[in-house]
Structures are given as structure tokens and as C-alpha cells.
């Protein structure tokens, strides 16, 4: 059999196993080729008529593993092979993150624009940074910048700072433990930028396998979703630079947050290459508003109070 022919035989055992696809593949075939690439060593660089030579039976029995790894276990691809690529660099991932999937590479390959200045831009925070991959790709785009990585998960940090080496940028990104804002004390930032767990809890449950090999404090966030983006809300304006923003995504929540805050001048960010669910907000915005949002946060348990 050929490469080619692993990948087709890959999509059909996988769609026959009836798998859900949302962790950088969002199909079958995609899946596939991911896997059987990854078994071969085979770049995506190199021509496709390497698809087309035949693969050895050590290599085919290698690759057929993997395949059935992948049905069998429910996990994604990306926690199979260790890697996963965000905004077209490579990350170490682990079950100890998400796998990175958010439509915030766009906006970051971008640099931003037209909100931001890259000449002006000289600190970054990724708050509830997972694998890091967010942060670290804000490094690249804005390479004056120091950039914070923060999560309130150690071992999420582990990874993230496992990424921060695999891309040399220890001079310039850290990773710091803290609970949204509770460990960054007085720091302030030209770009707060987030993807923070925003599944309700009572949709958890109904998520496909899949989801189930994440670590569900980087899903989980509420009856509604929002316990985690209120907060950010709530003390962004405090750690912004004047002039700066904050961007973060909240996926399918929109809607209860355009609700909730019916008079916050939102701005819903539009991807050419698919995604929704992300909003920006100039720091004079949150705080022309920062008694609504204070009064909102109130409403949250008491230990999610600070």
C-alpha cells in the first residue's frame, strides 16, 4: 500500500467509527493524513508524489496502529502525536492542555491590526495560556514585546514552558501561575488576550468523546459559561496600558454576553478562514463601564469573588 492509500483507508475506518473531529481536523480525511504523515516522518513540506511510493510492512503495520490507536482511545490526534501547530508554528501538547484549535491565530498572524501598533506594543499577557501557543505566537508577531503567559493550572505551565523553550524565547516570554489577574499584581499590558474555559457545565457532559481526554478546567466555566470572562472583564481595565485592548474569545457564549451587557460596545471579530465568538474592547471602553461590570462579577460564588 502507498500513503496515499493508508489515508484513505484511515478516513474510512474512522468514519465508520463514527468519531468526532474539532481538534485541528474537522474530517475524516484530514484526520487521517495527519496520522499516516506523522507514522511515516513524511513533512508536509515535502511534493505529494511521495504519497504514492509504496510503504514498507513495518511502516504499514506502524501506521495501521496508530489508526486504530486513534479509534480505539477516542483521542485526538494531536495528543497522539505530541504536536499540534498554531499559527503556523509547531507546539508540544499533552493531555495536560487543550489542543490548540482557536480562530485567534488569524488575528495574531495579523499582528492585530488595525487595533494595534506592532511598534508600540510592548507587553503582552496570555491569560489562561494552556500550551502557550497563543503567547508565544504574539511573541513572533510583535517581536519588541515582552509576553506573560499565565494559567492557574502548573501543569499547564509545564507545557507552556516546555513551548517557550522549544522556540528559544526564554528572554522574552515567561509563564507566571495565576488565578485570571490574582497573580500579576500591579503588571499592565498593551494586548490582554484570552481563550479562556467557556463550556457551561451542563453541556460538558454532551461534548464528544474527544473533548473528554482535555482537561476540563480549561472547558468548564459555569451554569453559563461565563464565570471565568466576567472576571476578566471585571479587572482587565486595571492591567491594560491606556490605549490598549483586550481581545478574548468565548466561543457560543456570545450570545449570553451580548445579554448580559447589552450597552458594552462589543467588537465581534470576523475570520476569513472560519470561527466566531471573539470580542474586543478598548481599555476607555471597560472603563467607562466598569460599574456594570463590577455589579455582573458579583453575582459569582464566593470563591470565584477575587
Not at 528572554?171 to 495565576?178: C, K, M, Q, Y
Not at 453541556?203 to 459559561?225: M, N, Q, T, Y
Amino acid at each position: 500500500m502507498t500513503a496515499r492509500e493508508l489515508i484513505s483507508h484511515g478516513a474510512a475506518l474512522f468514519e465508520q467509527a463514527g468519531l468526532g473531529f474539532h481538534h485541528g481536523t474537522d474530517n475524516a480525511l484530514d484526520e487521517a493524513a495527519l496520522l499516516v504523515l506523522h507514522a511515516l516522518g513524511i513533512g508536509y513540506d515535502q511534493p505529494d508524489s511521495v504519497l504514492d511510493r509504496p510503504v514498507s510492512p513495518a511502516d504499514r503495520q506502524r501506521v495501521e496502529a496508530l489508526l486504530e490507536r486513534r479509534v480505539a482511545t477516542r483521542k485526538p490526534a494531536a495528543y497522539l502525536t505530541g504536536e499540534a501547530w498554531f499559527a503556523g508554528l509547531p507546539f508540544h501538547v499533552d493531555e495536560r492542555v487543550l489542543v490548540p484549535r482557536s480562530p485567534l491565530a488569524e488575528l495574531i498572524e495579523a499582528a492585530f491590526a488595525p487595533w494595534a501598533d506592532p511598534a508600540r506594543v510592548g507587553a503582552v499577557l496570555d491569560l489562561c495560556t494552556g500550551s502557550g501557543c497563543i503567547g508565544i505566537a504574539c511573541a513572533y508577531a510583535f517581536p519588541g514585546a515582552q509576553v506573560v503567559l499565565s494559567d492557574v493550572s502548573g501543569d499547564a505551565l509545564d507545557v507552556a514552558r516546555r513551548n517557550i523553550a522549544l522556540h528559544k524565547l526564554d528572554a522574552r516570554v515567561e509563564a507566571v501561575a495565576s488565578d485570571v489577574f490574582s497573580g500579576l499584581a500591579h503588571r499592565q499590558f498593551d494586548i490582554i488576550v484570552s481563550n479562556p474555559p467557556y463550556v457551561p457545565h451542563d453541556e460538558l457532559a454532551a461534548l464528544d468523546p474527544e473533548f473528554g481526554h482535555e482537561p476540563a478546567l480549561g472547558l468548564a466555566a459555569g451554569a453559563d459559561g461565563l464565570d471565568i470572562v466576567l472576571r476578566i472583564l471585571r479587572d482587565a481595565a486595571r492591567h491594560l496600558h491606556p490605549g490598549g485592548i483586550l481581545v478574548v474569545e468565548v466561543g457560543h457564549t456570545e450570545q449570553a454576553l451580548v445579554e448580559l451587557f447589552p450597552g458594552l460596545p462589543f467588537v465581534w471579530l470576523e475570520f476569513e478562514r472560519g470561527g466566531e465568538g471573539v470580542f474586543l474592547l478598548e481599555r476607555e471602553q471597560l472603563v467607562a463601564h466598569q460599574t456594570q461590570l463590577d455589579a455582573a462579577a458579583g453575582r459569582l460564588a464566593p470563591d470565584l469573588q477575587e
